[in-house]
């Protein structure tokens, strides 16, 4: 079960990279983190957001890994 903060996460990544990789991005770097997606808190936010960038840029290029990474750290 994802959290509330997760399912914003989520919500941040779907319209760069689609439901199915938000879902599983946010899912891979929670537990990169030594988390589950439904124990992130807000202090997760800077890492979780610069792991995502380091992932997201092989799929979608740097300058949209890094809008995404921006939009996650605007959730604290």
Same mark, same amino acid.
């Given at each position: 079960?994802s959290s509330r903060l997760?399912?914003?996460?989520?919500?941040? !990544? =779907?319209?760069?990279?689609?439901?199915? !990789?938000?879902?599983?991005?946010?899912?891979?770097?929670?537990? =990169?983190?030594?988390?589950?997606?439904?124990? %992130?808190?807000?202090?997760?936010?800077?890492? %979780?957001?610069?792991? !995502?960038?380091?992932? %997201?840029?092989?799929?979608?290029?740097?300058d949209l890994a890094d809008?995404?990474?921006?939009?996650? =750290? =605007? %959730?604290?």
């Amino acid at each position: 079960m994802s959290s509330r903060l997760a399912a914003r996460v989520e919500e941040v !990544l =779907r319209p760069i990279v689609g439901t199915v !990789l938000a879902s599983v991005s946010v899912d891979v770097e929670s537990r =990169r983190i030594g988390k589950t997606p439904s124990e %992130l808190d807000y202090t997760d936010l800077p890492v %979780l957001a610069d792991n !995502l960038a380091a992932a %997201l840029v092989l799929v979608v290029g740097k300058d949209l890994a890094d809008a995404a990474a921006r939009n996650v =750290r =605007r %959730l604290a």
